[in-house]
């Protein structure tokens, strides 16, 4: 009897992993067709020449070799680092300070403006490339350069020149970037215990120690979290300045990113092989970038514990 009922829950057990299986298996099939599948055949294409319709013909690291010793390739790399930098830095400090005052109890309309500051990231990228547009036409009477000339400064061509484009599309970036990284940010606020806070108030600690000896400390987890997808999402950037520029955004080098210039080469110039070549290298890049942006923020905190003890 006793084994009759050790097979019966064996088979309800399996019965039950097996039901576990099935309820899970519609995302792993998603998963390995839509992106286990495109990733592997891009690291085979990455060692092929093919033009997508012709055969393919195995050239080695020549792809490689041709995307690595291309000027332009370099200049893309150049621009996406700068336009990382410009538009990306200057959010997750801004993020920062945002989310401390939008988590104040004196506060009014709270909830109106984290709705407002989160209003950039949900809005279509069509709407944003019009209004950027008005904001920075090469024309003098342009809202941006009426700005600039406030304070002096000549009218700039931002459609046009080297530097008026990369601080156009940068500010794009960080006008639709910057309410996604405070609401993270303001979580991370939330999550910490305002017992902290009354004591520190004791103590005779006023706002700005409180951010900088509470707030920062325990927010550095959702910091981490947030230089990590920043810093993937800058090397990755492709919707802002392909917006700005319109039609003639992949034959302008002032803002060419490296996906821009990897979408360049499959789609006009199809050359699928060079163009995989270019994703893997990029690949390689973001690796590079983030594991230092995780080694430079987790190393902080276990230096300082190691000089306590």
């Known amino acids: 009897m006793k084994k009759g009922k050790q097979k019966k829950q064996l088979s309800e057990e399996k019965k039950d992993m097996i039901s576990g299986y099935l309820y899970i298996a519609p995302f792993f099939i998603i998963f390995a067709i839509v992106g286990l599948y495109p990733a592997l055949f891009s690291i085979f294409l990455a060692f092929q020449k093919w033009n997508g319709l012709a055969p393919m013909e195995f050239v080695g690291l020549d792809n490689f070799v041709v995307v690595l010793t291309d000027p332009l390739f370099w200049k893309s790399i150049y621009n996406t680092i700068i ?36 209003m950039p990231y949900i809005t279509s990228m069509v709407a944003v490339a019009l209004i950027f547009s008005v904001l920075f036409s090469n024309s003098e009477s342009s809202i941006a350069n009426y700005v600039i000339g406030l304070f002096g400064f000549e009218p700039v061509s931002w459609q046009a020149s080297e530097w008026g484009t990369k601080i156009a599309v940068s500010i794009m970036v960080f006008w639709r970037w910057v309410g996604y990284n405070t609401i993270i940010y303001l979580a991370g606020i939330q999550s910490i215990s305002n017992d902290l806070y009354e004591a520190a108030t004791i103590d005779g600690a006023n706002k700005f120690q409180q951010l900088i000896h509470i707030t920062m400390p325990l927010l550095k987890p959702f910091i981490v979290l947030n230089v990590f997808f920043s810093t993937v999402g800058a090397l990755q950037l492709f919707a802002e300045p392909t917006v700005f520029l319109g039609a003639n955004a992949f034959s302008r080098e002032e803002a060419l990113t490296v996906v821009m210039y990897l979408y360049r080469d499959a789609f006009s110039l199809q050359s699928f092989g060079t163009a995989s070549a270019t994703a893997l290298i990029l690949l390689f890049i973001i690796i590079i970038f983030s594991a230092i942006n995780t080694y430079l923020t987790s190393g902080v905190g276990k230096k300082r514990k190691e000089a306590k003890l």
Do not use: D
């Open 83 to 118: 336009i990382g930098l410009m538009g990306t830095a200057p959010q997750l400090v801004v993020g920062i300070i945002l989310a401390y005052l939008l988590n104040l109890s004196f506060l009014k309309f709270r909830n109106f403006f984290r709705v407002t500051i989160f």
